[in-house]
T-cell receptor, first 116, second 113 residues
Framework: NAGVTQTPKFQVLKTGQSMTLQCAQDMNHNSMYWYRQDPGMGLRLIYYSASEGTTDKGEVPNGYNVSRLNKREFSLRLESAAPSQTSVYFC???????????????FGPGTRLTVT | AQSVSQHNHHVILSEAASLELGCNYSYGGTVNLFWYVQYPGQHLQLLLKYFSGDPLVKGIKGFEAEFIKSKFSFNLRKPSVQWSDTAEYFCAVLGGSQGNLIFGKGTKLSVKP
């Protein structure tokens, strides 16, 4: 997982509850991403952070907030969970390949969230 | 906007059969292309990647992919699949404005023993 950890692994919420998904990386990389994975949809970008203190919206940001308080951690918050947010959430970091010089993304283990 | 199309939603093969999964992308500039594999209940793992040079790229576990620029394609191949190849396969292009990956919708591969 290139040093990307996510907590929790599983979570069940009731509609309207809030929670924060945590992502941490131990490789001091700048770029971090949150994706959601839904059946038949592939992965879609929710939010992105180029560096500490900066965040940008991705393709599907509605209903989410993010926080990048330091270089190591990038959290995703659901303020008022909805059944449409039932998904698997993946955090990713972007690494520059030593031999290629191009960027590759490596993913954390994911958080499986169910909203009832 | 860039997009990635994967032609097959679900492919079912018997062990030892040959595999080819289709992937087409819409991005017209310099492309960085990837195939990821996701085994049941697990995270995405990088299978192989293309940045430049030889259009035939070899990855892990006997997989390879061929970049054909004129066809905007990056198909994944394996000469002889095994039951352990049962997984979902995602094609992706590095093309988002934030340096993110644009993913296809995935192809589920089921290999019968």
């Amino acid at each position: 997982n290139a040093g990307v950890t996510q907590t929790p692994k599983f979570q069940v919420l009731k509609t309207g509850q809030s929670m924060t998904l945590q992502c941490a990386q131990d490789m001091n990389h700048n770029s971090m991403y949150w994706y959601r994975q839904d059946p038949g949809m592939g992965l879609r970008l929710i939010y992105y952070s180029a560096s500490e203190g900066t965040t940008d919206k991705g393709e599907v940001p509605n209903g989410y907030n993010v926080s990048r308080l330091n270089k190591r951690e990038f959290s995703l918050r659901l303020e008022s969970a909805a059944p449409s947010q039932t998904s698997v959430y993946f955090c990713a970091i972007s690494l520059r390949g030593q031999t290629t010089g191009s960027y590759e993304q490596y993913f954390g283990p994911g958080t499986r969230l169910t909203v009832t | 906007a860039q997009s990635v199309s994967q032609h097959n939603h679900h492919v079912i093969l018997s062990e030892a059969a040959s595999l080819e999964l289709g992937c087409n992308y819409s991005y017209g500039g310099t492309v960085n292309l990837f195939w990821y594999v996701q085994y049941p209940g697990q995270h995405l793992q990088l299978l192989l990647k293309y940045f430049s040079g030889d259009p035939l790229v070899k990855g892990i576990k006997g997989f390879e992919a061929e970049f054909i620029k004129s066809k905007f394609s990056f198909n994944l191949r394996k000469p002889s699949v095994q039951w352990s190849d049962t997984a979902e396969y995602f094609c992706a292009v590095l093309g988002g404005s934030q340096g993110n990956l644009i993913f296809g919708k995935g192809t589920k591969l089921s290999v019968k023993p």
